[in-house]
């Protein structure tokens, strides 16, 4: 295997690390580790779902004040389709979402969202940051109960 080939494998990998860790920040309500994925400039578009327009800081605060009305939140990555450019990326990668509330009823619901993320890359000093990250919107479902265990 080529040099030149073991570098793309590795930035590949590197991004799909990327990936892989965001649900695990956002999942676990680890607001700070957001800071180890991306730029502190990136752009972030989560206008899909009636979120916000806007950089890293104010992404983690409108996360961390609307997930706490969640008991769960499990964000499940697909395959991402990565797009390598020297030292910037694209990525195209389906979620799915469900998310676990306590209705006013006191029955316990779950949300199913699903979406792609369309996202930008760029090699840091400190690794592969994302850039940019746009939601785009496939569905939506409510009013869904939870299952007694």
């Known amino acids: 295997m080529t040099d030149a080939a073991v570098a793309e494998l590795a930035d590949r990998l590197a991004i799909q690390d990327l990936i892989a860790r965001y649900p695990l920040a956002v999942d676990g309500r680890e607001w700070d580790a957001l ?12 206008s ?3 979120g916000p327009v806007g950089d890293l800081a104010s992404t983690k605060t409108f996360l961390k004040e609307t997930l706490v009305g969640f008991r769960r939140t499990q964000h499940m990555m697909g395959l991402p389709a990565i797009t390598l450019g ?4 694209t990525a195209r990668t389906s979620c799915n979402n469900p998310m676990v509330i306590d209705n006013a009823d006191g029955s316990v619901g779950v949300w199913l969202i699903g979406l792609w993320y369309d996202d930008e890359f760029a090699r840091t000093p400190d690794g592969w940051r994302f850039t940019a990250r746009v939601q785009e919107r496939c569905y939506f479902v409510t009013g869904l109960k939870d299952a007694p265990a």
């Open 35 to 46: 800071d180890d994925l991306f730029t502190p400039d990136a752009r972030i578009d989560f």
């Open 48 to 50: 899909a779902f009636g």
């Open 86 to 89: 020297g030292d910037r990326a």
